[in-house]
């Protein structure tokens, strides 16, 4: 059983309210979960350390990773081995230190979180990258990280540039499988010195895409995971056996990557799919009896929409399923308790930014429809009103704009002063850009985004980047993309086009134009032509006027004019 906060021994101020954690006084949220036991900042501690610290407490004969496909499993009792063997094997026969940078474009294995931590151990930097990217993302996120290494496999390496100063390792090939079982048994021999690793290093960059349409590179740091992974600790519900979960999202995103190394410390079991299957996906929930399915929103639209396909499989071991990327309809979540009656959906709220969920439902709290959760321990919020010169905190059942300060909230952007200061301020508030609110009893709830970005499904597309490939067509004079309800993906982009005078361009060139020379997931879906796009007086794009003209058409042809 979970503990809280108690209204009736409330350790907080009398200004704090113990049923919102409101505090009246300075317009701030705090967290009702208990706090987390975090280390001394000034200790020096790599994640890696901190997670073989929680996992001596979490002794188990069960298996660490599992391959979903092939049934192939590293045990508890052998991960810390192949953690150090790996390690040692990369710092020795390639010679990475401290400091450097390792790009890893790979699908979900059991290998990659034992990468992870290998690299997190003596303090290289892992930087992983969607592999479903195309050639030029990657050189662009290889430029504004600036790796060493590259660590991929067989059939993604042509992706990658060719000037990195060391050589790609390739994920499937014997000489890696070798180094993770080098030393074999002879665990004396892998006592060596790295140099000291500070929670305050960085750990880890992720990608994140801002509305001008360049890559971001988010750092986060040591103290950062541990802290995520800390306040999950502290309010994790008491098992008789640990969890068994499936991890459907890609170990690329803040999502997965959090995943593969978050619960194993505690003793779970996590299997990895290397891509999303519907089927195979309850196949193995049936065959390895996971506990928890950890999915984007189009996957539980799926569940609830393939009653007949559901109905081949026992998925009685089925307890929670693991919500986030996306926002999840209502309706959605109301027809899988129907189907599902026994399993809780949690929801979470997070970005890239925040190391994942700032906030998070829990099972017992999972009923009350609509919310994303209560703030994680040791964070705090405040709602602001985006149109206000100040940055004072609104009472609970405002809506305004979400800002989020604690432990887990991310270094910065990688060079990028700029984007960097105008989303943390001085104090340490990271700016979301989201519209929420509070209820009474310290629930978020999302309401919409400031932000232009388009999710979707648990991804961001920034309409910049696409309105820049538009507008580089000889035939397009002008172009604007938005956001397309979609009950599967959630938004789907689509665009506005102005033709060049005596053009006769169509929707499905223009369509083909774009998914050449972008990632799968940011394809235009639709193309609707007209005469002018609407902006402001400085020449902004007044996007929600595209929106509303969307909804407003009654025309069914994506090529009429509006």
């Given at each position: 059983m979970v503990k809280e906060n108690p209204e009736n021994s409330s350790p907080f101020s009398p200004s704090i309210d113990p049923r919102s954690g409101f505090c009246s006084k300075t317009q701030i949220f705090h967290s009702l979960r208990l706090s987390a036991s975090l280390p001394p900042e000034t200790t020096p501690l790599s994640f890696t350390s901190y997670f073989f610290s929680l996992l001596r407490h979490h002794p188990t004969t069960t298996a660490a990773f599992i391959d979903g496909a092939t049934r192939h499993r590293i045990l508890h009792s052998e991960l810390q081995l192949r953690v150090k063997s790996l390690a040692f094997c990369i710092h020795q026969?390639?010679?990475?230190?401290?400091?450097?940078?390792?790009?890893?474009?790979?699908?979900?294995?059991?290998?990659?979180?034992?990468?992870?931590l290998s690299l997190f151990s003596f303090g290289v930097i892992v930087c992983p990258s969607n592999p479903a990217n195309s050639v030029l993302e990657i050189s662009e996120q290889v430029n504004l990280s600036k790796p060493l290494i590259a660590f991929t496999t067989h059939?993604?390496?042509?992706?990658?540039?060719?000037?990195?100063r060391h050589r790609t390792v390739l994920l499937d090939s014997p000489e890696f499988i070798s180094w993770m079982l080098?030393?074999?048994?002879?665990?004396?021999?892998?006592?060596?010195?790295?140099?000291?690793?500070?929670?305050?290093?960085?750990?880890?960059?992720?990608f994140s895409s801002?509305?001008?349409?360049?890559?971001?590179?988010?750092?986060?740091?040591?103290?950062?995971?541990?802290s995520a992974v800390a306040g999950s600790n502290a309010a994790r519900p008491a098992r008789q056996k640990p969890p068994v979960i499936l991890c459907t999202?890609?170990?690329?995103?803040?999502?997965?990557?959090?995943?593969s190394i978050r619960d194993v410390a505690f003793g779970a079991t996590m299997i990895s799919m290397k891509k999303f299957d519907f089927r195979l996906m309850m196949r193995i929930v049936e065959e390895i009896k996971a506990t928890h399915l950890a999915l984007a929103p189009p996957a539980v639209v799926l569940m609830v929409n393939n009653a007949d396909l559901m109905s081949e499989f026992d998925l009685s071991s089925l307890e929670v399923v693991l919500c986030a990327g996306a926002p999840l309809a209502n309706a959605v979540i109301e027809r899988f308790r129907r189907r599902f009656p026994n399993a809780a959906v949690a929801q979470a709220y997070g970005l890239t930014e925040t190391t994942g969920g700032a906030t998070r439902t829990l099972?017992?709290?999972?009923?009350?429809?609509?919310?994303?959760?209560?703030?994680?321990?040791?964070?705090?919020?405040?709602?602001?009103?985006?149109?206000?010169?100040?940055?004072?905190?609104?009472?609970?059942?405002?809506?305004?704009?979400?800002?989020?300060?604690?432990?887990?909230?991310?270094?910065g952007y990688l060079a990028d002063k700029e984007a960097t200061d105008a989303t943390l301020n001085q104090d340490g508030w990271l700016r979301t850009g989201d519209i929420c609110y509070f209820d009474n009893e310290g629930f978020l709830f999302y309401v919409d985004r400031i932000k232009e970005l388009i999710k979707y499904k648990a991804y961001q597309i920034a309409p910049a980047e696409l309105e820049h490939l538009l507008l580089s067509h000889p035939d397009i004079t002008n172009a604007a993309v938005i956001p397309y309800p979609d009950e599967e993906a959630g938004e789907v982009p689509v665009a506005f086009v102005?033709?060049?005078?005596?053009?006769?361009?169509?929707?499905?060139?223009?369509?083909?134009?774009?998914?050449?020379?972008v990632s799968p997931y940011k394809k235009i879906r639709k193309v609707f032509f007209i005469n002018s796009i609407p902006t402001n007086a400085p020449g902004k794009v007044l996007r929600k006027e595209l929106i509303n003209l969307v909804r407003s058409s009654s025309s069914s042809s994506s090529s009429s004019k509006l």
């Open positions: 026969e390639i010679g990475l230190s401290k400091g450097d940078c390792a790009f890893v474009l790979a699908p979900n294995s059991p290998e990659i979180p034992v990468l992870f059939d993604l390496a042509q992706k990658l540039p060719s000037f990195l080098k030393n074999g048994n002879d665990c004396n021999s892998l006592d060596f010195q790295f140099s000291e690793i500070y929670q305050s290093d960085t750990a880890a960059i992720l801002g509305t001008t349409g360049r890559f971001k590179g988010v750092e986060l740091t040591h103290k950062n995971f541990i999202v890609p170990f690329f995103h803040i999502y997965g990557f959090l995943m099972p017992g709290e999972s009923q009350r429809l609509g919310t994303v959760g209560r703030l994680v321990s040791d964070c705090q919020a405040k709602i602001v009103d985006p149109d206000s010169d100040n940055d004072k905190g609104l009472t609970p059942l405002r809506p305004g704009e979400l800002w989020i300060r604690g432990p887990s909230v991310m270094k102005v033709r060049k005078s005596g053009s006769s361009i169509d929707e499905e060139s223009i369509i083909q134009f774009i998914a050449r020379q």
